[in-house]
């Protein structure tokens, strides 16, 4: 089994203007994915992350600019075991919400020198 | 019986094997194809059957298949030009012995670009034979989900040129394991409780079941782990009635009337442990966790200290926040508290667990004095209704 980085990618206007409720039942949403890929023995780890962002460069740490100004940005991770990339990008399709289009998820896979 | 309901007993009893037949003809690639001519078989078994009942149903629809896919032969093309099907190998027969098309089926499907996921959803439509919102009901995902997952899955077998082995020996020994995994995962599904009792989910843990047991006798097939999971099985299955009460509310291993497990189960579950030799699949370590309880004549006289070894064990080989989370729950009642919260704590350190209402109901039973706080959470965050009216009545009320 290969590792694989899942990155969730999404509008940030869309995340920002969902109301609590609808909040709520995208976390239970990602929850039942992770929940799937736990009981199937493909999760690893993962968590969605938090607004604000740096960006450290040779002469100075930016904390604005173009890539703040990002419509879409990675909003959570999630690394995964999976027998191929295919299957690693089976297992993002099966987010309910890559599946509505809410969110799309980058599937890398992590270099393994072993 | 209505014909409607001879007509979905017949079709859960024959759909996967009439498939599977066709697709043996059409080759793998063409099974939306064969899906078609059977449903369209069944189509006209509804359309008929009011009227006027065969007296051999079975025969009567395997001579309509077989009609519609000559005609479709004519007409598309579609199957290869020297193909006929010969009327000899293609009928019912009462007694044929079709587990073993079920699992060249269910080989097909462990080809590494499916997820384990996939591999479900297409075990329980083609081997099972379950109804696309059967399936639905099942896996609790919206009935187009479903559709999707299977084209997508047909499209992957045509890109992949997936076909079925001539034999099931041939499977390798990583198919073999995928395939135990698929047959642990289908028992799984239809093994949870938080759709409350339901017909649909004992039909799926007989039908897991039957496949173990049908790998188990495969000389091809068979492996120690195949024993071990159809014992893991059977424990499961021996305490399926005891797990609702008579309103079919859901009922606590530690509440449950243990004189209602089924004695011959069990019985027949130690035979298979007996089989599977002292192994350390995680097959083997969870049947023994579940003999653990099943052997024990009281909850309080259950040898907690031994099933905390065998989660450490389990944890070892295949590690998860569940396993862990169980581990934590057998050290609590081992007495070891301290060591119990000290382990949820650490899970709790992940967002996927803050978020999963177990991990709050093994708060409220290990931190007892936030018990009510937990059990609050754990009721908010449930997404099953049968759960959250257990929660309620039993720690909120």
């Known amino acids: 089994m290969k590792r694989f980085l899942l990155l969730i990618r999404e509008d940030l206007r869309r995340v920002e203007n969902l109301t609590e409720a609808q909040l709520h039942e995208e976390i239970a949403i990602m929850t039942r994915w992770v929940e799937e890929m736990t009981k199937t023995g493909n999760f690893v780890q993962g968590d969605?992350?938090?607004?604000?962002?740096?960006?450290?460069?040779?002469?100075?740490?930016?904390?604005?600019?173009?890539?703040?100004?990002?419509?879409?940005?990675v909003t959570g991770f999630t690394i995964?075991?999976?027998?191929?990339?295919?299957?690693?990008a089976e297992l993002a399709m099966g987010c309910p919400l890559v599946q509505n289009g809410q969110i799309k998820i980058e599937v890398r896979p992590i270099l393994d020198f072993a | 019986m209505t014909s409607t309901t001879a007509i979905n007993t017949?079709?859960?009893?024959?759909?996967?094997?009439?498939?599977?037949?066709?697709?043996?003809?059409t080759g793998l690639r063409d099974l939306a194809t064969a899906e078609d001519i059977v449903q369209e078989a069944f189509a006209e078994a509804a359309r008929k059957w009011d009227i006027q009942r065969p007296d051999n149903p079975e025969a009567w629809l395997y001579r309509v298949?077989?009609?519609?896919?000559?005609?479709?032969?004519?007409?598309?093309?579609?199957?290869?030009?020297?193909?006929?099907?010969?009327?000899?190998?293609?009928?019912?027969?009462?007694?044929?012995?079709?587990?073993?098309?079920?699992?060249?089926?269910?080989?097909?499907?462990?080809?590494?670009?499916?997820?384990?996921?996939?591999?479900?959803?297409?075990?329980l439509r083609y081997v099972a034979g379950f109804r696309i919102e059967q399936i639905a009901n099942i896996l609790g995902s919206p009935g187009d989900t479903i559709t999707k997952t299977l084209f997508r899955m047909r499209e992957t077998i045509v890109k992949e040129n997936i076909?079925?082995?001539?034999?099931?020996?041939?499977?390798?020994?990583?198919?073999?394991?995928?395939l135990l995994?698929?047959?642990y995962l289908m028992f799984s599904e239809g093994a949870k409780t938080s759709g409350g009792r339901s017909i649909l989910n004992l039909e799926l843990c007989e039908d897991a079941l039957g496949l173990g047991l049908a790998m188990a006798e495969s000389p091809g097939l068979t492996s120690p782990q195949a024993h071990a999971l159809i014992a893991l099985m059977l424990f499961n299955l021996s305490r399926f009635e005891?797990?609702?009460?008579?309103?079919?509310?859901?009922?606590?291993?530690?509440?449950?009337?243990?004189?209602?497990?089924?004695?011959?189960?069990?019985?027949?579950?130690?035979?298979?442990?007996?089989?599977?030799?002292?192994g350390v699949s995680s097959y083997h370590l969870e049947a023994a966790i579940a003999w653990l309880h099943v052997s024990a004549p009281t909850f309080a006289a259950t040898d907690w200290n031994k099933i905390v070894i065998v989660y450490h064990k389990l944890i070892t080989i295949n590690d998860s926040p569940f396993a862990r989370m169980n581990q934590a729950?057998?050290?609590?009642?081992?007495?070891?508290?301290?060591?119990?919260?000290?382990?949820?704590?650490?899970?709790?350190?992940?967002?996927?667990?803050?978020?999963?209402?177990?991990?709050?109901?093994?708060?409220?039973k290990v931190d007892s004095a936030n018990s009510k706080k937990h059990f609050a959470k754990a009721f908010e965050l449930s997404p099953h209704e049968v759960e959250k009216r257990y929660i309620r009545r039993t720690y909120l009320e």
């Open chain 1, 48 to 73: 969605p992350l938090e607004n604000g962002m740096r960006m450290a460069t040779s002469s100075k740490i930016l904390s604005d600019g173009p890539f703040i100004e990002a419509k879409e940005a």
């Open chain 1, 80 to 88: 995964v075991k999976a027998a191929n990339i295919d299957q690693a």
């Open chain 2, 10 to 25: 017949i079709y859960k009893k024959n759909f996967s094997k009439m498939v599977i037949a066709l697709a043996k003809y």
């Open chain 2, 65 to 123: 298949c077989r009609n519609i896919a000559l005609n479709k032969l004519r007409d598309t093309k579609k199957f290869e030009p020297e193909t006929s099907i010969d009327e000899g190998s293609f009928t019912y027969q009462v007694n044929t012995k079709t587990e073993d098309d079920q699992l060249l089926m269910l080989l097909a499907c462990t080809h590494p670009n499916f997820s384990p996921k996939n591999q479900v959803v297409f075990a």
């Open chain 2, 163 to 178: 076909n079925f082995e001539t034999e099931v020996a041939n499977a390798s020994q990583a198919q073999k394991e995928v």
């Open chain 2, 181 to 183: 995994k698929i047959v």
């Open chain 2, 242 to 278: 005891a797990r609702f009460d008579e309103h079919g509310d859901l009922v606590e291993l530690e509440n449950q009337d243990r004189s209602k497990w089924n004695k011959d189960m069990i019985r027949v579950a130690v035979h298979h442990i007996t089989r599977a030799g002292d």
């Open chain 2, 329 to 364: 729950i057998a050290l609590f009642y081992s007495g070891n508290v301290i060591g119990a919260l000290h382990q949820l704590k650490k899970l709790g350190e992940s967002a996927f667990m803050q978020q999963h209402y177990l991990f709050h109901m093994a708060l409220g």
